[in-house]
């Protein structure tokens, strides 16, 4: 029998019953389907309620009252723990919508990549987009697949999704570096091998999952037809964050965890080899060279950046030299509240970047044009991006207005806290 355990962590949102009624409405054998939720939930809410399935065998709910709750991770982490030896599994957020027969697609995906070869394939990515309110025109029409974005100050590295090139023309899944935690099809064991480190809140629970499955012995793929869509913009839902007055202090130890368990900014590697690190089949040193990330310098091969499919080639006499192709690209988005730049007249902004002496390592200016773009902005933020080239990460920014009336303005700077303890 060719079970899936679906596994849903869901925190109060109002897609979760559209999503389950979308899930097995589109799917070839909805019988198979046997699915786990982690249902944190407020009584005042309503919309996610699940007595509709309360007594389908096929249903394993958690109920959880929101001010219990304790992050993404920990939730997906127990969803994790009532697989019982399903064939497949796939793991997917609570506001998706499916292809008709996904089931089928996703399982002849996997059989297919093991007729080449791939003992475990896990298909994964961040996938195409719909919007609930224009269902289904609003769908986004092409295959997606992950690119490299950044390694963000806290040591996290950050994804993109692109169209995949060619991708009408493929017939097979394409090669993947990296981990979607809103969706993932692979074999029913990875629930049990890959668990989700509890311990993590949000950010770093993607690019680890990456490298622990890839040392588990799993290869990663993007599907190369949109099978499952994901609703991006978060509008309407309650986060998790937003009710809970902890959430920094957990944010902060879980990137402390994960700069350990990848040894990132000379910290010692702390666990790596437990339950929720590194796996017996490859080691994570496999896991870089296959993917072209230097977790050690937060560094990135071009063949990366230039978004060429894995595994990244190996043509180094020594490990050193491998090393040596490597660059580090710092790319940041500084805020700036409209309150801190009240003037209308400015003709340019200094933008830089400093290290701990106080040097400058990295400074483009802002424009006018620029500047007007800014403040356009429906956040009512500034949202200044800058990406460059560096050996050393800066300590600091600093943003200095000049206005052609007044003159140079107050000077603006903020701490890049790449070395956050909890």
């Known amino acids: 029998m060719s079970k899936i355990f679906i596994q849903i962590a869901s925190y109060r949102d109002p897609q979760l019953v559209h999503t389950i009624k979308d899930m097995l409405s589109n799917a070839k054998k909805p019988e198979n389907l046997v699915i786990g939720i982690a249902r944190q939930f407020s009584e005042t809410d309503g919309f996610d309620n699940l007595d509709e399935w309360r007594n389908d065998k096929r249903f394993r709910i958690l109920d959880i009252p929101y001010q219990d709750a304790k992050g993404v991770c920990w939730a997906r982490h127990l969803v994790q723990q009532l697989y019982k030896n399903e064939k497949y599994t796939m793991q997917i957020d609570s506001h998706m919508r499916f292809e008709k027969n996904w089931d089928e697609t996703l399982i002849n995906m996997i059989k297919g990549l093991q007729k080449d070869g791939y003992k475990k394939p896990l298909l994964t990515g961040y996938v195409p987009s719909f919007d609930p309110e224009n269902e289904p025109a609003g769908r986004a029409k092409d295959a997606w697949r992950m690119?490299?974005?950044r390694f963000i100050p806290e040591g996290a590295v950050f994804f993109?999704?692109?169209t995949i090139p060619g991708w009408r023309e493929m017939t097979k899944p394409v090669t993947a570096r990296f981990y979607s935690a809103h969706f993932c099809f692979t074999l029913g064991a990875f629930s049990k091998e890959v668990q989700h480190n509890p311990e993590y809140y949000f950010h770093g629970e993607e690019i680890s999952i990456a490298a622990r499955a890839y040392t588990w012995g799993y290869d990663l793929f993007h599907p190369h037809v949109p099978v499952v869509y994901h609703e991006?913009?978060?509008k309407g839902r309650t986060k998790q964050w937003d009710d809970d007055k902890e959430w920094v202090k957990k944010n902060q130890h879980s990137h402390l965890q994960n700069r350990k368990l990848f040894g990132m900014d000379g910290l010692k590697q702390e666990g790596h080899d437990g339950p929720f690190g590194f796996g017996p089949v490859r080691t994570l040193r496999e896991y870089e060279k296959y993917a072209g990330i230097l977790f050690e310098k937060r560094s990135i091969?071009?063949?990366?950046?230039?978004?060429?499919y894995p595994p990244n080639p190996y043509n180094y006499s020594t490990e050193e030299e491998w090393?040596?192709?490597f660059t580090t690209i710092f790319k940041h988005c500084i805020d700036i509240g409209y309150s801190q730049v009240p003037e209308k007249d400015y003709d340019f902004w200094v933008v830089a970047f400093?290290?701990?002496?106080?040097?400058?390592?990295?400074r483009k200016d802002a424009d006018k044009n620029e500047i007007a773009g800014y403040m356009r902005d429906p956040d009512k933020y500034c949202k200044i991006w800058r990406e460059f080239s560096t050996q050393e990460l800066p300590k600091y920014w600093v943003v200095w207005p000049h206005s052609e009336s007044k003159g140079w303005c107050d000077r603006i700077t903020g701490q890049l806290n790449h070395n956050v303890v909890s």
């Not at 091969?301 to 060429?308: C, E, V």
């Not at 400093?354 to 990295?362: M, Q, V």
């Open 147 to 149: 690119v490299f974005d």
């Open 323 to 325: 090393k040596e192709d």
């Open 354 to 362: 400093h290290a701990a002496n106080d040097e400058t390592l990295f």
């Open 160 to 162: 993109l999704p692109e």
């Open 232 to 234: 991006y913009t978060r």
């Open 301 to 308: 091969q071009k063949y990366t950046l230039d978004k060429k």
